[in-house]
Nanobody
Framework: QVQLVESGGGLVQAGGSLRLSCAAS????????MGWSRQAPGKEREYVAA????????YYADSVKGRFTISRDNAKNMVYLQMNSLKPEDTAVYYC???????????????WGQGTQVTVSS
């Protein structure tokens, strides 16, 4: 099993920045890719970004491309999501995910964190 714990959420004004962190523990050697999804109230979960093991391949949803950056530190078993130029429509619970998918555009996640709330005020 792999455990994922997110942190870094909060309240920020539109145009501001936040950095989310996700700490992985347990059988982390089984992880190839990691990513982030989000879910706003009353909406379906939206896939946001992903990164492969080496960090050399990333994927971003069109809605965040150019504003969000995903990165990872394998030595620390961490993945990050730097969010800049935040908009009110970015308000959601952000979930960290991990799995063995190599196809980052349509991954199948095996593990999920509990989520961290991001609220962007206008």
């Amino acid at each position: 099993q792999v455990q994922l714990v997110e942190s870094g959420g909060g309240l920020v004004q539109a145009g501001g920045s936040l950095r989310l962190s996700c700490a992985a523990s347990g059988r982390t050697f089984s992880i190839y890719s990691m990513g982030w999804s989000r879910q706003a109230p009353g909406k379906e979960r939206e896939y946001v970004a992903a990164i492969n093991w080496s960090g050399g391949n990333t994927y971003y949803a069109d809605s965040v491309k150019g504003r969000f950056t995903i990165s990872r530190d394998n030595a620390k078993n961490m993945v990050y999501l730097q969010m800049n130029s935040l908009k009110p429509e970015d308000t959601a619970v952000y979930y960290c995910a991990a799995g063995r998918s190599a196809v980052l555009s349509a991954p199948t996640w095996s593990y999920w964190g509990q989520g961290t709330q991001v609220t962007v005020s206008s």
